[in-house]
């Protein structure tokens, strides 16, 4: 079968033919229906990680159950699934509170999970080592589903957390409005009476944001400007909430400048900025965090939403052999949304 390959720190993917997988007990064959392109795939191939080579890449899949390893039990031929893509060790304590992301024997565990040290959906077949790294889609669509399992699960954890700080009256900054950002601000809109403000770089993505449901969008090209812009908007009470889906030393330092006292301070965006921290260098009570994908059971969450239509995922597919192609439009900002590799 076809398969994208990470093939080395500093190369683009191949796709290679490789064997089709066959589940061993207790796995599940999942026959591939869409797999996101993440910007962390990005920054696998291009920083070092640690990860491996070679290895399929893909880890926001979706397809349909192919086939059964022995002993697999609920699950049947053709149920169409989400893989949950943090893979546990499945017995620690974060493990049985299905926040496989912050397993404590991650350690210990090879690779992160499909795609990310380990085979994953960008192929036209994945083998899944659990049942419990399944969950159903009832009548979504896999394609249009894949970004739930981390676009969407990843902003709906961080924000979930926030969720006794953003009550009526306060305001959520979003930075970076793209696979991540697009969906926290539906998120946002979903889940809190909060005043929502996204910026970006990108005029297009600033549109997007205002049809998501941003209440204010600004364009933080000049950090300063922009800073001015948000902070007339917040007043002197600040944001409740910076989400930096970029986390470059630019939205950092947009960031810092936003917070009120009393605020959250959350960087998801893997881009390397950092901040000096001392007294004073953050307002008073500033908690900051630097959250990683979501639980299982959140990702249940995000489905269920989903599936009463308070989100979706702005998808454009693309045909597998694409994949290159597809990750350098990423990387120049032409993605609006989020792409979505399908296997012919
Ligand atoms: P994306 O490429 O789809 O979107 C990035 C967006 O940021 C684009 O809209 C781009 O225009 C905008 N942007 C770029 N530079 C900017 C700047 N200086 N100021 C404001 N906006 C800027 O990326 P994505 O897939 O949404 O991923 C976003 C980040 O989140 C990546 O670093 C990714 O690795 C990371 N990530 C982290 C986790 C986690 O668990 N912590 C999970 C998934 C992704
Ligand atoms: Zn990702
Ligand atoms: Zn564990």
Known sequence: MQAVRFVGVGRPPEIHDIPK???????????????GVCHSDLHVMEEDFGFVPPFTLGHENAGWVAELGQGVTGLKEGDAVAVYGPWGCGRCHACQLSMENYCENWAQIEGFGGGLGLDGGMAEYMLVPSARLLVPLGDLPPAKAAPLSDAALTPYHAIKRALPNLHA?????????GGLGHMAIQLLRALAPVHIIAADIDDTKL??????????VVNNRHIDEAAERIQEITGPRGAALVLDCVGVQATMDL???L??????WTIVGLGGGRHDFRHGSTPYGTSVSIPYWGSRIELMEVIAMAREGRIHADVTEYPLSQAADVYSKLKSGQITGRAVLVPQ
């Open 21 to 35: 997988p066959t589940p061993g007990p207790g796995q599940v064959l999942i026959k591939i229906g869409g797999a």
């Open 169 to 177: 009256g306060t305001t959520a900054v979003v930075i970076g409005v």
């Open 207 to 216: 549109e997007h944001a205002k049809k998501l449901g941003a209440d204010d």
């Open 255 to 257: 960031g810092v400048k």
């Open 259 to 264: 917070l009120g006292r009393n605020s959250l």
